[in-house]
């Protein structure tokens, strides 16, 4: 937003400074160019970067949204009851958590791993080899606060889970479990998504817009610097004009002025003729 509203305060300016200066006197037709491209190129970063930024954040939106939704429904099909996140260290609830787990990586192959929670922050399901020997104690308690307050929270994977994981772009996405009680949290699951495909897909779709609004940029320039071409020559044409036309005028008061003197030398023969004969 800010780097957007610099560049269109600089491109404001610019179209300003370029009125006051064309009101004065006539500007080389590269002078008038190297502006209309100053702001050409400002309006494209600007625009390309407010595009593709809103298209980025939509699309993160959207998706995080359908995994929230696709976590919920597998958990309510899969866990079903509260009960199990009370009693995580029976062998049911261990067996409901494996399934559910199973089927969410079904429906969502780019899930690369998950962890649970319950409402008091303990671990209680870990398919990470680095969290097996710490399942049953507490973990990452300001994020399942977090999501408890906000509803869902996403942040980037320290780099040794990342390591550990061979992923290039994975996101930690929080998502609070509701089973039967839709105002009675049950527990948090915690999803290590691999975000590389939709990376990539929206790095493509960012290029589009870019060669998009390029396109639409280039023919802008091309229509501003044939009506501003058309509109120095006309200024130009005029200018020649009367420079002609003001030329032409001294020219007259010249030769008036030379007709007035020989009128004046007449008079001035006349009245001294006058006087001699008197």
């Known amino acids: ?19 006051l200066w064309s009101g ?37 939106q959207v998706k995080t949204e359908s995994i929230s939704a696709l ?37 969502l192959p780019s899930v690369a ?10 671990l209680i399901w870990s398919d990470l080899a680095v969290y097996k020997e710490t399942i049953g104690e507490k ?3 300001d994020d399942v606060r977090e999501t408890v307050l906000k509803g ?19 996101l930690e996405i929080y998502t609070p479990l509701y089973l039967e009680d839709k105002d009675v949290m049950a527990g948090v699951v915690e999803i290590y998504f691999d975000t590389t495909d939709l990376a990539a897909f929206i790095r493509q779709l960012q290029i ?4 998009l609004i390029s ?30 036309y003001t030329k032409g005028l001294e020219q007259i008061v010249a030769d008036r002025t030379v007709q007035l003197e020989e009128k004046v030398d007449e008079l001035e023969l006349s009245k001294n003729a006058v006087q001699n004969l008197v």
């Not at 491209?37 to 600007?46: A, T, W």
């Open 1 to 19: 937003r800010n780097v957007v509203s610099l560049a269109i305060a600089i491109i404001l300016a610019l179209v300003l400074i370029y009125v």
């Open 24 to 60: 004065k006197k006539l500007l080389p037709t590269t002078t008038t160019t190297t502006i209309i491209i100053i702001i050409i190129i400002i309006m494209g970063v600007s625009f390309s970067l407010f595009f593709s930024k809103s298209m980025e954040r939509f699309i993160w």
């Open 71 to 107: 976590t919920q429904g597998q958990a309510k099909k899969h866990i079903e009851n509260t009960k199990y996140f009370i009693d995580w260290r029976s062998e049911e609830s261990q067996r409901r958590f494996k399934d559910y787990i199973h089927e969410l990586k079904i429906s």
């Open 113 to 122: 791993a998950v962890k649970i929670y319950n409402k008091e922050s303990i």
């Open 139 to 141: 973990h990452e308690e």
């Open 152 to 170: 869902q929270l996403i942040k980037p994977v320290n780099a040794e889970i990342q390591k550990q994981m061979g992923i290039l772009n994975p």
């Open 208 to 211: 589009f817009i870019w060669a």
């Open 215 to 244: 396109v639409a940029l280039i023919v802008i320039y091309s229509l501003l610097h044939f009506v501003f071409k058309r509109q120095n020559e006309q200024i130009s044409r005029q200018a020649k004009e009367l420079e002609k």
